[in-house]
């Protein structure tokens, strides 16, 4: 299986705060790689895919980079409402398998 | 608007079989352009994806769970469903439902359903 790590696994960021979080793939996934949000007691919703493509309706302060082995996820000016566990997952492999998460909470 | 619901026992005993239903309102699951999938999340950890399901009936399960499980479609109910048999007490989470698109190779899962919690204990 192909396994995925982030990093850093938590952080305290403030609003307005440039945030970036990183996704490492255990071999080359080529951009492969989505990033989901998930707030406490919600589902995953999906902001990246293939690496770079926003989804519909995602603002635009989610950007996604990388290709290979590693991957960026950047909010360019942290909202109140982007406190959430963040995840990678890739698809390079019919195994999905998904990062440990990184949660971004409250300075 | 897409939208999935999980439905199903929210408690089953150890060794039995734990059987989840997925229905899917708003759009078709016969589109030939999605796969349909499960994904389950214990308690306070990271996110496991179980297997998926095309329209068709062809499946493709996680190695980790595949002797124990299956993954079915009703198209006539536009449902898909998901039986886990020998249940412990480590599957015990929150399971997911969610449309598995694809571009290119590349597949995510947009949108999910709201999940359930599934709780294996005697």
């Known amino acids: 299986d192909i396994q995925m790590t982030q990093s850093p696994s938590s952080l305290s960021a403030s609003v307005g705060d440039r945030v970036t979080i990183t996704c490492r793939a255990s071999?080359?996934?080529?951009?492969?790689l989505n990033w989901y949000q998930q707030k406490p007691g919600k589902a995953p919703k999906l902001l990246i895919y293939?690496?770079?493509s926003l989804q519909s309706g995602v603002p635009s302060r989610f950007s996604g980079s990388g290709s290979g082995t590693d991957f960026t996820l950047t909010i360019s000016s942290l909202q109140p409402e982007d406190f959430a566990t963040y995840y990678c997952?890739?698809?390079?492999?019919?195994?999905?398998?998904f990062g440990p998460g990184t949660k971004v909470d409250i300075k | 608007q897409l939208q999935l619901q999980e439905s199903g026992p929210g408690l089953v005993k150890p060794s039995e079989t734990l059987s989840l239903t997925c229905t899917v309102s708003?759009?078709?699951?016969?589109?030939?352009?999605?796969?349909w999938g499960w994904i389950r999340q214990p308690p306070g950890k990271g996110l496991e994806w179980i297997g998926s399901?095309?329209?068709?009936?062809?499946?493709y399960y996680n190695p980790s769970l595949k002797s124990r499980v299956t993954i079915s479609v009703d198209t006539s109910k536009n449902q898909f469903s998901l039986k886990l048999s020998s249940v412990t007490a480590a599957d015990t989470a929150v399971y997911y439902c969610?449309?598995?698109?694809?571009?290119?190779?590349?597949?995510?899962?947009?949108?999910w359903g709201q999940g359930t919690l599934v709780t294996v204990s005697s």
């Open positions: 071999q080359s996934i080529s951009s492969y």
């Open positions: 708003g759009g078709s699951i016969s589109s030939s352009s999605y796969y």
């Open positions: 969610a449309r598995q698109d694809m571009v290119q190779g590349v597949n995510w899962f947009d949108p």
């Open positions: 997952q890739q698809s390079y492999s019919t195994i999905f398998t």
């Open positions: 399901i095309y329209y068709s009936g062809s499946t």
């Open positions: 293939a690496a770079s």
